[in-house]
DNA sequence: TCAAAAGTGTTCGATATACACCCATGC
DNA sequence: GCATGGGTGTATATCGAACACTTTTGA
């Protein structure tokens, strides 16, 4: 009886979004460092160490992934079915990355989030990352599809939750424009443009510039930026 | 390096909710079967088996401890701070319900909801189970406090996302005072009376019998009953 | 007839939705 | 001057919040 309580070893799995050209993008990382082709993405992740907490496993993981040393994140589902990790593919790149006869394996997953444009630094075990929108993920190796899957409905939760996760996926100077696509991107459905105006308009926390866009061909956008300040302010008046 | 990932234990932990005397209780065991105080209560849970999700592993921890086969739950969260089983006492306990050298435990936190009044059919490891009122939780081994901390916020994302599951902390015939009153249990704040009957009015699948309350020493309260039906072409429609 | 809890409607403000035209810019 | 996307206001429906008195029942 006793013998079948199973010790298994505990991965985290980072599902970063980012935004561009007004879709929602994930980071993948190449899971063979020495194959050069972006043919076998799979979710950034790592077992967790010894003396390690797992949302400190994932800061990790993302700061060897992108050189940011505290990025937001939100753990959201431990994925524990015995299969997960059954496909003999899947235990061969088991054994080669960690050690042979990883019986068991079980992760929890994380959503995280970046701004796409900035310049990430690699020092992960990964040769290199690639940003991928999420109607293109391709077959991913374990569970990984499925964890992505459940992150697209929880990014949504956080988002109602903690509408100031936003910010982190946009530049630091945005449009409404922008701002109303990464909307769109989330929730999946179109927002009228004046009343959309007129949301950010009474949100407290995001202020107009005065500086507008250069060199596009059409009347240029005013550009606005989020107060942090501001908007902590207001979640404790709640 | 490869021997500073972790081998670790993996437990699932249960925040079964009832609802009495207008008051959210949890169901909790006593740790020490052998023991006849209740002392030292803990949340119901256990060591996954080889070969078991951790779904299962909460969903048998339930049934041994209620004898209901297929209990709603939900997984909330993933606790795995290194000390979290640092305790002596703690250990000590682990080494004689388990076995000896359980260097790390990770648990993963489920939320689960009972009538209260149903009768249990306990054939767990515990001698015993006692319904907690929220305000009286004892101290508890492990991180069971912080974990009961967190489910309560979690019953409130829960109950926003699928009211339905208000109904499982009721008997099948309720009064609106009843519903109104578990509302104010779950939000922890007032809710106007007219206003709520309007709402309850509004929600199709909350149908009102004609049986009202027997015995009661004051006008007797109608009996509602929730239709799942319903409620389940409603989402649909969403 | 009293105590105890059940039940009932209206008003107001805030919020969400629908909808169409002019503006600024680069080419 | 035209193509491209930016920016604006009003009217309506819906939802939530505030608020006080009458009804039913058993003791």
Known sequence: MKSSFIHTYVSVDCVVFGFDNNQLHILLVQRNAGENDFNDLKLPGSLIFNEEDVDDAAHRVLY???????????????????DRAGNPEDMKWLDQAYQP?????????????????????????????????VSQIPKMPFDHNKIVEESLNEIRNWVKNEPAILFELLPVKFTATELRFLYEAIYNRKHDVRNFHKKIAQMEY????DEKQENVKHRAARYYKFDKIVYNKRKVGI
């Open 101 to 133: 006869n990883i019986n068991r394996l079980i992760t929890v997953a994380y959503l995280s989030l970046c701004k796409i444009d900035r310049k990430l630094i690699n020092i992960s075990k990964y040769r290199s990352s690639k940003w991928t929108p």
């Open 206 to 209: 995001i202020y107009p510039l």
């Open 64 to 82: 060897e992934l992108t050189g940011i040393k505290k990025m937001t994140l939100k753990q959201f589902r431990c994925f524990a079915a015995p």
